[in-house]
Nanobody, 116 residues
Framework: QVQLAESGGGLAQAGGSLRLSCAAS????????MGWYRQAPGNQRELVAT???????NYSASVKGRFTISRDNAKNTVYLEMNSLKPEDTAVYYC??????????WGQGTQVTVAS
């Protein structure tokens, strides 16, 4: 089992910044991908950004250039720095952990609200 503990999020003004963190614990496999997905009301869950244990990032087109994903492998923690926030970034953000040897794990979600 893998547990994901999310922190950060909250309310920001358009153009502002927020930072999300997610720490993984439990049966962590050294080769893994961690990242963030989001789900707005009435929408499907969608990719925000992921990063491999080797540090290779992948961003959705909607956040590329505004969000930065990073990780600390020693702490099994992934970060999402969100800049130039837009109202359309408002959603519940879910931490993700996965690899080829285990099932996917999800955090409980943290609300991000961007006011116009």
């Amino acid at each position: 089992q893998v547990q994901l503990a999310e922190s950060g999020g909250g309310l920001a003004q358009a153009g502002g910044s927020l930072r999300l963190s997610c720490a993984a614990s439990g049966s962590i496999f050294i080769i893994n991908t961690m990242g963030w997905y989001r789900q707005a009301p009435g929408n499907q869950r969608e990719l925000v950004a992921t990063i491999t244990n080797g540090g290779i990032p992948n961003y959705s087109a909607s956040v590329k250039g505004r969000f930065t994903i990073s990780r600390d492998n020693a702490k099994n923690t992934v970060y999402l720095e969100m800049n130039s926030l837009k109202p359309e970034d408002t959603a519940v953000y879910y931490c993700y952990y996965g690899n080829s040897f285990q099932r996917d794990y999800w955090g409980q979600g943290t609300q991000v609200t961007v006011a116009s």
